[in-house]
């Protein structure tokens, strides 16, 4: 069974931290661009980062809204079939449902262009 899952979500004061983990479940994530997005509520689904593809011209290229760049890092375990969001200097617009996905296409970053999405992890920042 394919199951994307996304894990690490949760409850961090403004100025916290926190990482999250996308682990793919039933085929490997190497051969796919994969994109964190975010969903706030009474909004529209946005991209936070997404990363290239291990194994093809866009290996290693990643991209950040201009909201986190700075702030978040996201990266690829190959060897553990995970890809990572670092989010480091939250605040409370940054309160979301965090979501992974995966595309076929070559360095996506819009929504339209994901096929494959987790379930999502609630992340909330206040005080």
């Known amino acids: 069974q394919l199951q994307l899952v996304e894990s690490g979500g949760g409850w961090v004061q403004p100025g916290g931290s926190l990482r999250l983990s996308c682990t793919a479940s039933?085929?490997?994530?190497?051969?796919?661009?994969i994109g964190w997005f975010r969903q706030a509520p009474g909004k529209e689904r946005e991209g936070v980062s997404c990363?290239?593809?291990?194994?093809?011209?866009?290996?290693?290229?990643?991209t950040y809204a201009d909201s986190v760049k700075g702030r978040f890092t996201i990266s690829r375990d190959n060897a553990k079939n995970t890809v990572y969001l670092q989010m480091n200097s939250l605040n409370p617009e940054d309160t979301a449902i965090y979501y992974c996905?995966?595309?076929?296409?070559?360095?996506?970053?819009?929504?339209?262009?994901?096929?494959?999405w987790g379930q999502g992890t609630q992340v909330t920042v206040s005080s």
């Open positions: 039933g085929f490997t994530l190497d051969a796919y661009t």
């Open positions: 996905a995966i595309t076929g296409l070559l360095f996506r970053c819009k929504d339209m262009d994901y096929d494959y």
């Open positions: 990363i290239g593809s291990s194994i093809t011209s866009s290996a290693g290229r990643t």
